[in-house]
């Protein structure tokens, strides 16, 4: 087939492909295959020892409490962005479906959000939330007087914020996504609706969301590797994974085992853990989402 299509030059279409390939095994295969090798290993310091272990590291990890509420503290926090995260884009998208002035740019003023890095966000929602000289604690003083709001000596409500702060991160990315998906629904499917005496609710619930089920499950997948792996410059920013923890999500953990314990073989098999978490949790998802999927024809 390929020597039908290209006579004369039976290798080009190899070629061609090659460099793509090349990248991908140099950076993300080889990094990967390193991973897993190296959390076989307790390494020194220097890096110029390395035991063998087994399977060691791994059991240190699920018996390590600071671990497992590392475990907890990120299932709290990717539960928040993906629900709450997706539920807000979708409400703010059905809002700039419609006919309005200046529509372009409210789609503007709420999309610039994804524009930003994680670093620069934590820095806006660090300074909103200061305690002495943040907008939202002197709000919270004018409304309630005498009371303080001090999220950083506050564990759970520094879980909220950084949960807050990376939903808000986010949103950007899933409105776009969710406005383009409302905007191929046919119209005369939600005309036929108004004409059967639906009402909005019954609109939405029945043609819109059912409709909206590949984005859908496109963004729940996003929003759930951007909760386990694209947060560390906001927390690293926010709250360097404190107050006592309380914000320690597992990419963080991992930062810290590697960089600062310098723990390579514990961060290794952190990060082996990570990747057979979401792998599985993606084809669950892919496999039951595409079953109910519905596209328009």
């Known amino acids: 087939m390929i020597e ?11 070629l061609l492909v090659f460099p793509s390939l090349a990248v991908i095994v140099i950076f993300l295969i080889y ?18 020892k390395k035991v063998f272990v087994g399977l060691e590291n791994y059991i240190e990890l699920f018996r390590s409490p600071d671990y497992l509420q590392s475990v907890v503290v990120t299932l709290y926090f990717s539960a928040f962005v993906v629900v ?9 998208a059905l809002l700039l479906n419609q006919r309005i002035g200046g529509l372009g740019l409210y789609q503007i003023l709420l999309v610039w959000t994804y524009s930003i890095s994680p670093a620069v966000a934590g820095v806006i929602w660090a300074l909103l939330f200061a305690p002495a000289t943040g907008l939202v604690p002197w709000l919270a003083g004018l409304l309630v007087p005498g009371y303080t709001l001090n999220w ?27 406005l383009a998906g409302l905007q191929n629904i046919p119209e005369e499917l939600i005309d036929a609706a108004r004409v059967d005496g639906a009402g909005p609710w019954l609109s939405f619930r029945y043609i819109t969301l059912p409709m909206l089920s590949p984005t859908t499950t496109f963004l729940l997948f996003m929003n759930m590797l951007y909760a386990f792996f694209q947060v560390f ?33 514990r961060a290794n098999a952190q990060s082996v853990i990570i990747f057979i978490v979401i792998a599985i949790a993606a084809m669950l998802q892919l496999r039951v989402a595409t079953r109910k999927a519905v596209y328009a024809r």
């Open 4 to 14: 039908e299509r290209f006579p004369g030059h039976p290798y080009l279409p190899y």
């Open 31 to 48: 990094p990967f295959a390193e991973s897993v090798w190296g959390s076989f290993y307790i390494t020194s310091f220097f890096g110029n």
């Open 84 to 92: 709450v995260g997706l539920a807000a884009s979708l409400g703010i």
């Open 152 to 178: 950083m000596t506050n564990g759970p409500l520094a879980l909220f914020v950084v949960s807050l702060a990376a939903t808000w991160k986010m949103l950007g990315y899933n409105i776009v996504f969710f």
């Open 233 to 265: 410059g906001l927390i690293d920013i926010m709250t360097q994974g404190g107050p006592g923890d309380a914000t320690n999500v597992l990419v963080y953990n991992l930062y810290r085992d590697a960089f600062i314990h310098l723990d390579s073989g």
